[in-house]
T-cell receptor, first 114, second 109 residues
Framework: GAVVSQHPSWVICKSGTSVKIECRSLDFQATTMFWYRQFPKQSLMLMATSNEGSKATYEQGVEKDKFLINHASLTLSTLTVTSAHPEDSSFYIC??????????FGPGTRLTVT | QQPVQSPQAVILREGEDAVINCSSSKALYSVHWYRQKHGEAPVFLMILLKGGEQKGHEKISASFNEKKQQSSLYLTASQLSYSGTYFCGTDKYNNDMRFGAGTRLTVKP
């Protein structure tokens, strides 16, 4: 089956610093990857749609200058949380879609900002 | 718009059945079902693309009523491993998934 990896799995950073999260599709090419955020006991919330070679499309209310997305290749998308604050602490999940319409999720990255 | 899931939570004994509903106020292209264990990423269960389509995965099946803009997930003879939060994801144009709030399912021995 299709495998999506994320790195790192856990990250703790100080307030004001930036954190980069990588999302890779290991055995398929994904022209589109999605970034989600999930706060405790809440649903997945789509943050942005990342398209290879073009600018990401952000959901309403998501600051594009704070959450920088780069989709440099068909197998890699990165999310950088700039100037992180404690309220950015969350579980960040990426997903990628090969042909067929199914989404495959990465294992998630738990971000804690102190 | 997020789809609406019901119920919010359900507790079952092993072997019992459950139904989780997902409805949308908008016409849908597809409905996706996922299960998430605590602290883990969601796992894809199934996708329904056509109105009237039904699918099964072990003892978990789902239906999609396109006209009513709703889908139901059926869990029969539940097992302990079925515990988790079930999300439906609805998709109008195959590129703008929205998830429901989730249904927390607990299966007890």
């Amino acid at each position: 089956g299709a495998v999506v990896s994320q790195h790192p799995s856990w990250v703790i950073c100080k307030s004001g610093t930036s954190v980069k999260i990588e999302c890779r599709s290991l055995d398929f090419q994904a022209t589109t990857m999605f970034w989600y955020r999930q706060f405790p006991k809440q649903s997945l919330m789509l943050m942005a749609t990342s398209n290879e070679g073009s600018k990401a499309t952000y959901e309403q209310g998501v600051e594009k200058d704070k959450f920088l997305i780069n989709h440099a290749s068909l197998t890699l998308s990165t999310l950088t949380v700039t100037s992180a604050h404690p309220e950015d602490s969350s579980f960040y999940i990426c997903s990628a879609t090969p042909l067929g319409g199914e989404q495959y999720f990465g294992p998630g990255t738990r971000l804690t900002v102190t | 718009q997020q789809p609406v899931q019901s119920p919010q939570a359900v507790i079952l004994r092993e072997g019992e059945d459950a139904v989780i509903n997902c409805s949308s106020s908008k016409a849908l292209y597809s409905v996706h079902w996922y299960r998430q264990k605590h602290g883990e990423a969601p796992v894809f269960l199934m996708i329904l693309l056509k109105g009237g389509e039904q699918k099964g995965h072990e003892k978990i099946s789902a239906s999609f009523n396109e006209k009513k803009q709703q889908s139901s997930l059926y869990l029969t003879a539940s097992q302990l491993s079925y515990s988790g939060t079930y999300f439906c994801g609805t998709d109008k144009y195959n590129n703008d998934m929205r998830f429901g709030a989730g249904t927390r399912l607990t299966v007890k021995p």
